[in-house]
């Protein structure tokens, strides 16, 4: 079954303590992009990385790291989370075929950080 | 200020009634323009990519339209499980892998 899958689902931590949350697709696509929710705010872009080693900053990307090594992986880094992060994040992977793009998200991550 | 706006931010309908949702966007070199459909809890849906002025899909009861400032998601005819908020994207300028999204329509469709 083709899908993009994010791990941990819910995580609560404290500050400033270093986090990853793991993402994976399992469709060989190029593009990957990391997004957080917010209420009232919308989806807002953090990180999207268009191959293997190529990643570029979205509107949001202060606080956050991201690294593409491999295709099918590409895992978020927070390394001081602060109170302000506590956010639904969401993962996801996109293709273009025949000037056609499809995007396909994770289940999201929920993270709070006290 | 908010380059992709989506209105209105609820709506409610009875079921068989049908409406249309708009989502208007400022930027400028548009390379295509996403729909997606959000369950409470889950992750965003895809619906359709648009990408010129005058393009229309089709999904069921779903249609979406572009012209050169907004797109259109028509519903015709709508059920309960339709209920869900419908979000909108846009990537432009130079890069394929940026997008910005309107902070969504919220759909209650009553039996």
């Known amino acids: 079954e083709a899908q993009v899958t994010q791990n941990p689902r819910y995580l609560i931590t404290v500050t400033g303590k270093k986090l990853t949350v793991t993402c994976s697709q399992n469709m060989n696509h190029e593009y990957m992009s990391w997004y957080r929710q917010d209420p009232g705010l919308g989806l807002r872009q953090i990180y999207y990385?268009?191959?293997?080693?190529?990643?570029d900053k979205g509107d949001v990307p202060e606080g956050y790291k991201v690294s593409r090594k491999e295709k099918r992986n590409f895992p978020l880094i927070l390394e001081s989370p602060s109170p302000n992060q506590t956010s639904l994040y969401f993962c996801a992977s996109s293709f273009t075929s025949g000037g056609l793009r499809t995007q396909y998200f994770g289940p999201g991550t929920r993270l709070t950080v006290l | 200020e908010d380059q992709v706006t989506q209105s209105p931010e609820a709506l409610r309908l009875q079921e068989g009634e049908s409406s249309s949702l708009n989502c208007s966007y400022t930027v400028s070199g548009l390379r295509g323009l996403f729909w997606y459909r959000q369950d409470p809890g889950k992750g965003p849906e895809f619906l359709f990519t648009l990408y010129s002025a005058g393009e229309e899909k089709e999904k069921e009861r779903l249609k979406a339209t572009l012209t050169k400032k907004e797109s259109f998601l028509h519903i015709t005819a709508p059920k309960p499980e339709d209920s869900a908020t419908y979000l909108c994207a846009v990537n432009y300028g130079g890069s394929q892998g940026n997008l910005i999204f309107g902070k969504g329509t919220k759909l209650s469709v009553k039996p």
């Open positions: 990385s268009m191959n293997v080693e190529v990643t």
